[in-house]
């Protein structure tokens, strides 16, 4: 059974940092690229960082500079570091592990940047 969950969410202020991770289990991890998504209430789902079972990396234009995605093939983890956030990062954040047509979702964890 294959397992993405998600963990570091929280309450942050403006100009703050947060690391998110995401555990995988049930699949061969280095395999996998991985990514972190996240949905605003009543906005799409969209990209934020990925990156490849290689190591390379992508990032949403609105994060550039600010967020950085690693893997851990060690420890089946994927994080995503968020510095200098900003109130309009608040959304509901998903781990996502793909190969070829398959695709695994997290449940989400939460990311508030309010003062």
């Known amino acids: 059974q294959v397992q993405l969950v998600e963990s570091g969410g929280g309450l942050v202020q403006p100009g703050g940092s947060l690391r998110l991770s995401c555990k995988a289990s049930g699949i061969i991890f280095r395999l996998y690229g991985m990514g972190w998504y996240r949905q605003a209430p009543g906005k799409q789902r969209e990209l934020v960082a990925g990156?490849?079972?290689?190591?390379?990396?992508n990032y949403a234009d609105s994060v550039k500079g600010r967020f950085t995605i690693s893997r851990d093939n060690a420890k089946n983890t994927v994080y995503l570091q968020m510095n200098s956030l900003k109130p309009e990062d608040t959304a509901v954040y998903y781990c996502?592990?793909?190969?070829?047509?398959?695709?695994?979702w997290g449940q989400g964890t939460q990311v508030t940047v309010s003062s």
């Open positions: 996502n592990g793909w190969i070829a047509a398959m695709s695994y």
């Open positions: 990156i490849s079972s290689g190591g390379s990396t």
